[in-house]
């Protein structure tokens, strides 16, 4: 859990100035590098696992290939024994010997390729489970440095400008007024179209002599005629 | 993927949003390049997306350390820790001395999601600073 201790630390320590790295770039050059190592170890390895598990296949192979030999000799000695020539008996016995020398150090070679296939296998996950750590690692200081990098481009950018970043309280607000304006003005221009519609109608009825009527100077003399 | 392709997407969106949002993209330079997405009727609290080897992280400020209120900082912090996981597709993060939150997306993230994710970190960041303006001067 080295990388994230170190990044804490940096924080602490205050290096999170810009052009100040979490870890200086010096160092992220040598952990890069020992990935690129890992990662030539893990093919190398890999390479080798093929080349010793394809022996082992080949000393299995020749482990049963000589366990058949041997086993066809023995029918050879029996029945050389049954016909009681004991001189070919003894020639295949012989052979047979020989054959179980073999099979022997075969079967040790293959055991060794076993053994060696084992821990290639083990080196091989054990290489790939340090690369993924590694790689992980190397991405939390590339992140880190990477906001930091953003972060000072954000800051200069809003110090060279005439803009800058609100307080939030304030930003908010500015922005709820103008959601607010917007909303009023949806609002009355529904209003004034919906007293539009009403005033043309209004318009079409007065025409048609229907609702109230315009008030004008025959009406306004029936009306004082009609006090007297 | 870079914030390039991000800009065009975004800014050529116009009505077509699939968020109801729109977009005026203004990309910062520096050493690590910067995607400053305005969101239209927002533009106080702009997001910022970068692009890293694996990821695009998208940042909005909340408030800076000198806007909160001292004696609340701890009940603060319980409440970002408490509403992370409730909060969709962002988390509550601390660059320097500013509170943030951020959403990180895969860089085969398509167009669409990284709208998306843009969208609700929007939606989110306003939806915070309104619920945790207790915490604040």
Known sequence: MGILNKILTAFRGGATEVGQGIVDANSTRIFEQEIRDAENHLTKAKRELTDVMAKEMQA????????????????????????????????????????????????????????????????????????????????????????????????????????????????????????????????????????????????????????????????????????K | MNIHTIANHLNDLCDKSHTGLQFDCYPIDGEVEVLQVNIVGREEIPVFVSVTENQVLCISYLWGEDEVNQDRRLAMFETMLELNIPMPLSSFAKIDDKYVIYGALSVQSDMQEIEQELSVLSDNCLEVIDEMVEYLK
Request: hydrophobic share 35%.
């Open chain 1, 60 to 227: 299995s192979r020749e482990v049963d290939r000589l366990k058949r030999s041997i086993s066809e000799h023995e029918g050879y000695a029996t029945q050389a024994l049954e016909k009681e020539n004991e001189a070919l008996a003894m020639e295949v016995a012989e052979k047979i010997s020989q054959l179980d020398q073999e099979l022997a150090e075969q079967e040790a070679a293959n055991a060794n390729f076993t053994a060696h296939a084992t821990r290639l296998k083990d080196l091989v996950r054990k290489t790939e489970r340090q690369l993924t750590d590694y790689q992980r690692q190397l991405s939390m200081v590339k992140t880190t440095e990477s906001v930091q990098k953003a972060t000072a481009s954000i800051t200069d950018s809003f110090a060279g400008s005439s803009s800058k970043l609100l307080n939030a309280k304030d930003s908010l607000e500015r922005i709820k007024a103008r959601q607010q304006q917007f909303d009023d003005r949806l609002v009355a221009a529904e209003q004034l179209a919906d007293e539009n519609s009403d005033k043309s109608l209004h318009d079409k009825l007065a025409e048609a002599g229907i609702g109230e009527q315009k008030s004008n100077a025959n009406a306004v003399l029936d009306r004082l005629k009609a006090r």
